[in-house]
């Protein structure tokens, strides 16, 4: 599977944004989900992860509440809607795609290109 991130940009703190994650080779109803970040000079993080059919979701303790992950399979895309934005959550985001094991961990198979999100205070 190959998988397109797009969404990124330059919020204000307080700002939203839509990060979308487009799948084509393969259904992906077949795969859990994940978005990842990593910052500058940080570890990339599992922001929020999605079974495949959303039948659980997770979200790492600083974005619960403000992040929404989802996913439309027919389209073959899955969503990160980011609420609320800190200047802490400035970070490339990556999406991610697993076809086996648990969603929740970080060995995740097929991955997608970054997308920047920069939050200004």
């Known amino acids: 599977v190959q998988l397109q991130a797009s969404g990124g940009g330059l919020v204000q703190a307080g700002g939203s944004l839509r990060l979308s994650c487009v799948a084509s080779?393969?259904?992906?109803?077949?795969?859990?989900m994940g978005w990842f970040r990593q910052a500058p000079g940080k570890e990339r993080e599992l922001v929020a992860a999605?079974?495949?059919?959303?039948?659980?979701?997770y979200y790492t303790d600083s974005v619960k509440g403000r992040f929404t992950i989802s996913r439309d399979n027919p389209n073959n895309t899955v969503y990160l809607r980011m609420n609320s934005l800190k200047p802490e959550d400035t970070a490339v985001y990556y999406c991610?795609?697993?076809?086996?094991?648990?969603?929740?961990?970080?060995?995740?198979?097929?991955w997608g290109q970054g997308t920047q999100v920069t939050v200004s205070s």
């Open positions: 080779g393969r259904a992906l109803r077949e795969y859990a």
């Open positions: 991610a795609a697993r076809s086996s094991g648990w969603y929740r961990s970080y060995d995740y198979g097929y």
């Open positions: 999605i079974t495949g059919y959303s039948s659980s979701t």
